[in-house]
């Protein structure tokens, strides 16, 4: 099992930033995949960066340039740096763990709001 623990999320104005992390524990297997994923209401979940355990990331094309993924693999921790945000970032952000094999494990969510 793998828990994940998201916090930083919180309001923001448009064109603010924010920070969300994802500390992992449990049992980590040290190749994996974590990522970000968010669901904005009425909508489907769907990807906004993932980052393997060797640094090799894959944004979705609505945040690239705005948002950096970055982690800590000492501290299995995910970050989530978000810049420029819009109306349209609002949604609850999810934490993602993925095995090699394929099984996965999912944060509780923070919710991101971004509103003036």
Same mark, same amino acid.
């Given at each position: 099992?793998?828990?994940? &623990?998201?916090?930083?999320?919180?309001? /923001?104005?448009?064109?603010? #930033?924010?920070? /969300? #992390?994802?500390?992992? #524990?449990?049992?980590?297997?040290?190749?994996?995949?974590?990522?970000?994923?968010?669901?904005?209401?009425?909508?489907?979940?769907?990807? /906004?960066?993932?980052?393997?355990?060797?640094?090799?990331?894959?944004?979705?094309?609505? &945040?690239?340039?705005?948002?950096?993924?970055?982690?800590? *693999?000492?501290?299995?921790?995910?970050?989530?740096?978000?810049? #420029?945000?819009?109306?349209?970032?609002?949604?609850?952000?999810?934490? *993602?763990?993925?095995?090699?094999?394929?099984?996965?494990?999912?944060?509780?969510?923070?919710?991101?709001? /971004?509103?003036?």
């Amino acid at each position: 099992q793998v828990q994940l &623990v998201e916090s930083g999320g919180g309001l /923001v104005q448009p064109g603010g #930033s924010l920070r /969300v #992390s994802c500390a992992a #524990s449990g049992s980590i297997f040290s190749i994996n995949t974590m990522g970000w994923y968010r669901q904005a209401p009425g909508k489907e979940r769907e990807l /906004v960066a993932h980052i393997t355990s060797g640094s090799k990331t894959n944004y979705a094309d609505s &945040v690239k340039g705005r948002f950096t993924i970055s982690r800590d *693999n000492a501290k299995n921790t995910v970050y989530l740096q978000t810049n #420029s945000l819009k109306p349209e970032d609002t949604a609850v952000y999810y934490c *993602n763990y993925r095995h090699p094999l394929g099984y996965e494990y999912w944060g509780q969510g923070t919710q991101v709001t /971004v509103s003036s």
